[in-house]
């Protein structure tokens, strides 16, 4: 541990050095690894680098040659933003690696045991053993049916198993070792490996150094400091390190609950004490709420009162897999407690009822939580002119983002980013209507962009689901949208138009389907108007579709025109732009897509014509 730790400090000061003057070459400390990528600290930044499957070990110092780019990723409509998270972290610039030399390894390798180790569990367990005791999220039946649960985030988040593991050492030791001074200091040091197992994860570190901090305070101190103090003075020091904390959700969420406690603990007299710990609970629950909708988009009625329900098992299997890697074989034991956990949770699953909430802002967050600490302030104090006034303002900042007033007040026109792909939402009086789905091979779009897109606009169902072609770029989810959300009626028939729901008028101007043996000659063509604007939705009509149309429409009217075929050069004709002479164009495609959409030509084309081009590759969702 000593070598390990001498070896940390001689990486950070050979990180901040640059072995050479070129750019291409990179010389610093890795600070943090994952299964697929790690992150180096040279020269006071901090560069991701990806690599699948690599073993290096925080404290190894590499030597890379490579390219220095700005980080590019691809996130799709409400998907987890890797860039975001990385920025979050310090991150802004990813390496592009052309030759790796380890100038310095870390004597200690711990990534490959705990790989090792997380092999002998099965799946469902191996995510839910490798979330709880290493930080390493795995996909599984399990962790996806907790995903949709809400449930283990204020587990996660407080570091309840820590506390009930390190309860659990200090008990142990307190059988042979009668004097509390001895049994304090050697449960922080047998802690310790632990907090290396697992470093530089930030719940584990907290917890480790508050427990130093306690023993330093209690013992050579004499108590000096109140534990608020402690508390306090540790965030400080963190952020002094590491300002970028101050970003991220687990700093934030620890800390909250923290101070949460503590406030509650000190200002509440409340027995008897059971009664005391539930509002104690209640109240963190609804601190949570702001942060529930960036995660999820909706509120799960019961999924707190699940939460502590499941903490004491999370807490068992916590222990027994610490057990585990410490040589007890007791894999077959967690292997049945999570069978059962999926079991029970898949038969809770359909009767819980969930809120769809308009998510949270950064400064409507800060807001909430300001308010909801000077409620419980003056509910302490009983001052009630103020806290009922408090109260209320509470109650209305909930009130605004759980009623769905978004969506009886205002209609819209969305050309939702689903990557090389169409979908286009359109929300008009109290009905919705789904233009595509689009599709992808690699992951689902319903359940992973559209469904979470709805739920943050309060979208409950959609009334009418259309698809333009069978091309699995626009249909693709279809099957799974149906299955996992509420659609009430799917037309992909043209014969079906024009169709009236609730005023909306959607007329299909591509006639001409059995002329043609191509899917996207048979695409849709779909106009509608709202607000004074009028849209046209070309699928993936090509140029002789094109033809056809203005043969047989003397005038279409078009504001806003869905460009088709993802503005590949097959669609979207001089002639036809010319025709529709719209304002507007919109390019649903992916970013950097395979296929090179949109052509040049097209975007020649449309700035000709004087059309302001709008792209989802580029801007994301686009609404009107």
Not at 156 to 175: M, P, Q, T
Not at 330 to 345: E, Y
Not at 434 to 460: E, W
Request: charged residues 20%.
């Amino acid at each position: 541990m000593l070598l390990a730790f001498i070896s940390f400090l001689v990486g950070v000061g050979i990180s901040f050095i640059r072995p050479t003057s070129t750019r291409s070459s990179f010389q610093g400390m890795v600070v943090e690894v994952k299964e697929n990528y790690y992150i180096i600290s040279s020269s006071f930044e901090r560069f991701y680098v990806s690599e699948p499957d690599n073993y290096h070990e925080v404290g190894d110092i590499l030597l890379l040659d490579a390219d220095k780019e700005e980080l590019d990723f691809v996130t799709l409509e409400s998907e987890f933003d890797f860039k975001d998270f990385l920025n979050k972290k310090g991150v802004y610039y990813q390496l592009l690696v052309k030759k790796t030399e380890v100038k310095f390894s870390n004597p200690i390798r711990l990534n490959k045991y705990k790989r090792l180790f997380l092999e002998k569990f099965d799946e469902n367990s191996r995510g839910l053993v490798g979330s709880i005791l290493f930080g390493i999220n795995k996909e599984s039946e399990l962790v996806d049916v907790s995903r949709n649960l809400h449930l283990s985030r204020v587990v996660s988040a407080s570091g309840i198993y820590l506390f009930f593991f390190f309860k659990l050492i200090k008990w142990l030791l307190s059988v042979f070792i009668k004097k509390d001074k001895i049994v304090d200091l050697l449960s922080v040091i047998l802690f310790l490996p632990y907090v290396i197992l697992t470093f530089p994860k930030f719940i584990t570190l907290r917890f480790f150094v508050l427990q130093l901090a306690k023993f330093i305070n209690t013992y050579p101190l004499k108590g000096r400091f109140r534990y608020i103090d402690i508390v306090s003075i540790s965030g400080i020091l963190f952020l002094l390190i590491d300002y970028h904390l101050a970003y991220q959700d687990g700093f934030i969420l620890a800390y909250l609950i923290t101070l949460l406690s503590i406030f509650f603990n000190s200002s509440f007299s409340i027995k008897p004490k059971i009664l005391k710990r539930g509002v104690l609970l209640l109240a963190i629950a609804i601190s949570f709420i702001p942060f529930t909708t960036r995660y999820y988009n909706e509120i799960s009625i019961f999924s707190f009162p699940l939460q502590l329900l499941l903490t004491p098992i999370y807490i068992l299997i916590f222990v027994l897999a610490v057990l585990s890697f410490a040589g007890v074989p007791l894999f077959s034991v967690i292997g049945a407690i999570t069978a059962f956990m999926i079991k029970a949770l898949n038969f809770i699953s359909p009767t819980m009822i969930k809120i769809y909430v308009y998510p949270y802002s950064n400064l409507s967050l800060l807001l909430f939580e300001l308010i909801f600490y000077i409620t419980l302030y003056f509910l302490s104090i009983r001052l009630r002119p103020v806290k009922n006034l408090s109260l209320v303002f509470l109650t209305l900042s909930l009130s605004l983002h759980i009623i769905p007033l978004r969506f009886f007040i205002k209609d819209y026109v969305s050309f939702i980013n689903v990557g090389q792909g169409d979908s286009t939402l359109i929300k008009y009086k109290n009905s919705t209507v789904l233009i595509d789905t689009g599709g992808n091979k690699n992951k689902d779009i319903a359940t992973n962009v559209l469904i979470p897109y709805f739920k943050k606009n309060q979208i409950y169902h959609v009334d009418l689901l259309i698809t333009t072609h069978d091309d699995f770029d626009h249909s693709g989810a279809v099957k799974s949208l149906i299955r996992n959300f509420t659609v009430k009626e799917y037309i992909k028939d043209y014969t079906k138009f024009p169709i009236n729901i609730n005023g909306l008028e959607l007329t299909n101007y591509n006639i001409y389907p059995d002329l043609w043996s191509e899917e996207n000659d048979r695409s849709l063509v779909l106009g509608f108007k709202i607000n004074q604007y009028n849209y046209l939705v070309m699928g993936d009509a090509p140029i002789k579709i094109e033809k056809e149309i203005i043969k047989n429409n003397e005038y279409i009217p078009c504001d806003i025109l869905k460009v088709g075929h993802h503005g590949s050069k097959t669609s979207t004709s001089e002639e036809f732009v010319k025709y529709l002479s719209p304002t507007i164009g919109v390019i649903s495609c992916g970013k950097n897509n395979y296929y090179g959409h949109p052509h040049s030509v097209v975007l020649g084309i449309l700035r000709k014509y004087d059309v302001v081009i709008r792209r989802t590759d580029l801007e994301s969702t686009i609404t009107f």
